[in-house]
């Protein structure tokens, strides 16, 4: 089985403009969540999505946004980059919200390099 | 959610049995105990979750003593593709912001 992917691999952008991550989950998944990991730190949780449903949020800006489809995939969406948003952009999908416990997945990540 | 805290960095040689433990005091009734493991420019690896006493699965074993306020992630026999990241998190269920702290970063040597 397939397990989370993610596209692009990589990516560089320039301050100012815009930027679109993908992420499709393991197949049967229905909660993606995304994380930011920047060099020498762990990974820091975003967003949670589950049936198209916003579920939680981290600390983060507005510029940041997301969404999730019916098919359960997901696009992860930041405005007006900055030099700080270069980091590796992790997704994770899990099988349901909700449960006592639900192991999350990760996807290989994005590495996006803001000029 | 409880804070955990673990080595920074470990040493430790090709064949040896590698511990790390990890502290969180403020765990509560309901919290799990997880430990994910990542190779650089990859996402972090499922290697072990628990929540009481011991688990064992097939790459590693998790002791957590009664008061579950530390828990210890044994690595039998490691190898040199055992080098990595080891994040040990305490999470509520199904909650997605898992809280990643910086790791215990693991260096075998031959």
């Known amino acids: 089985d397939a397990g989370v992917t993610q596209s692009p691999t990589h990516l560089i952008k320039t301050r100012g403009q815009q930027v679109t991550l993908r992420c499709s989950p393991i197949?049967?998944?229905?909660?993606v969540s995304w994380y930011q990991q920047v060099l020498g730190q762990g990974p820091q949780f975003i967003f949670q999505?589950?049936?198209?449903?916003?579920?939680g949020r981290g600390n983060f800006p507005d510029r940041f946004s997301a969404r999730q489809f019916p098919n359960y995939s997901s696009e992860l969406n930041v405005n007006a980059l900055l030099l700080g948003d270069s980091a590796l952009y992790l997704c994770?999908?899990?099988?349901?919200?909700?449960?006592?416990?639900?192991?999350?997945?990760f996807g290989p990540g994005t590495r996006l390099t803001v000029l | 959610l409880a804070k955990t805290t673990q080595p920074i960095s470990m040493d430790s040689y090709e064949g040896q049995e590698v511990n790390i433990t990890c502290s969180h005091n403020?765990?509560?009734?309901?919290?799990?105990i997880t430990w994910y493991q990542q190779f650089p420019s990859q996402g972090p690896r499922f290697i072990i979750q628990?929540?009481?006493t011991k688990v064992t699965n097939e790459v590693a074993s998790l002791f957590i003593p009664a008061d579950r306020k530390s828990s210890t992630l044994s690595l039998p026999r490691v190898s040199l593709s055992d080098t990595a990241v080891y994040y040990c998190?305490?999470?509520?269920?199904?909650?997605?912001?898992?809280?990643f702290g910086k790791g215990t970063k693991l260096s075998v040597k031959p």
């Open positions: 994770a999908s899990s099988l349901e919200w909700g449960a006592l416990y639900n192991e999350q997945f």
């Open positions: 197949s049967g998944h229905k909660s």
């Open positions: 999505y589950y049936e198209k449903e916003e579920r």
């Open positions: 403020n765990i509560a009734t309901n919290d799990y």
């Open positions: 628990g929540y009481k």
């Open positions: 998190l305490v999470h509520r269920g199904s909650q997605g912001n898992l809280i």
